[in-house]
């Protein structure tokens, strides 16, 4: 499969990016660092993302945001139509700081979602039971790139963000209770998914352009004032030509 197009919204700069300035940055963080996050970046993936919509409970908001970096997916979207996503840092456990968070506001924020995953070749996939459902162990990687929606604590997904998804996947249930938390939710299929993306052929690395942007942020956000070093070899790099 070839990779599809895609892009890192989070960040500002999505743009080629100078492997030389990367290289000089990495030299004012630790080694050990700079090989994690090397490390890591061979475990993301932006084949799926996910997106949720009107979360309001910090602790679910913050759950959902720690599955999504540990199981290596790196970019989430919010649809705040109602509720500002407010994760918890504690629970979150810092994960926010090394993802790619795009924020949706406003009364047509679903709606946008929703246009801007499928332009960038997402297949939209709302998690509620449904009468065109499959279970998730039915689920078929190989169509292509999903984007996984969310709803909130209480009701689940709304009705038009049900209706305007392309697919509708569910988790077998097999007791009274007739729905997981949506962060216990986010992270079996998370789980699910990965396992099979892991398995497969799909070519669902980052690229070379993500990978490196993505570098040039967490680098940022580990060395100390890093914005004043930046300028100035950003300068020396200038001046070089």
Same mark, same amino acid.
């Given at each position: ?8 919204? *989070? ?11 990367? @290289? &000089?940055?990495? @030299? ?17 993936? #932006? ?17 959902? =945001? ?9 970019? +989430?979207? *919010? ?8 994760? #918890?840092?504690?629970?979150?456990? %810092? ?10 506001? %406003? !009364?047509?924020? =679903? ?13 939209? +996939? ?6 065109? !459902?499959?279970? $998730? ?5 190989? /169509? %292509? ?14 009705? !038009? ?28 299929? $998370?789980?699910?998914?990965?396992? &099979? ?17 993505? =570098? ?7 060395? /100390? /004032? ?10 020396? =790099?200038?001046?070089?030509?």
């Amino acid at each position: 499969m070839s990779k599809f197009a895609y892009a890192v919204f *989070t960040y500002p700069i999505f743009t080629e990016m100078n492997p030389k300035l990367i @290289e &000089k940055l990495k @030299e004012f963080a630790v080694p050990e660092r700079v090989t994690l996050f090397e490390e890591i970046l061979q475990q993301r993936t #932006n084949y799926f993302t996910v997106a949720i919509e009107d979360i309001y409970q910090e602790h679910n908001a913050s759950a959902v =945001l720690r599955s999504c970096d540990c199981f290596g997916i790196q970019t +989430v979207h *919010t649809i705040e139509k109602q509720n500002e996503f407010k994760p #918890n840092s504690e629970v979150a456990m %810092g994960a926010s700081k090394w993802l790619s968070i795009n924020h949706h506001k %406003g !009364d047509n924020a =679903l709606k946008d979602t929703y246009k801007e995953l499928k332009k960038q070749g997402y297949r939209i +996939v709302a998690t509620t039971p449904h009468t065109n !459902d499959v279970t $998730l162990n039915e689920f078929d990687i190989s /169509k %292509g790139p999903a984007a996984f929606i969310f709803g909130t604590e209480m009701r689940g997904l709304t009705q !038009d963000a049900i209706d305007l998804a392309d697919e509708h996947l569910r988790i077998p249930m097999y007791g009274f209770t007739e729905s997981f938390n949506i962060s216990v939710s986010v992270a079996i299929i $998370l789980h699910h998914i990965r396992e &099979k993306l892991n398995e497969s052929d799909i070519n669902w690395h980052l690229s070379e352009n993500e990978h490196q942007t993505i =570098l040039f942020q967490w680098l940022k956000a580990s060395i /100390k /004032k890093s914005d004043l070093i930046i300028n100035r070899l950003e300068q020396d =790099l200038a001046d070089e030509k």
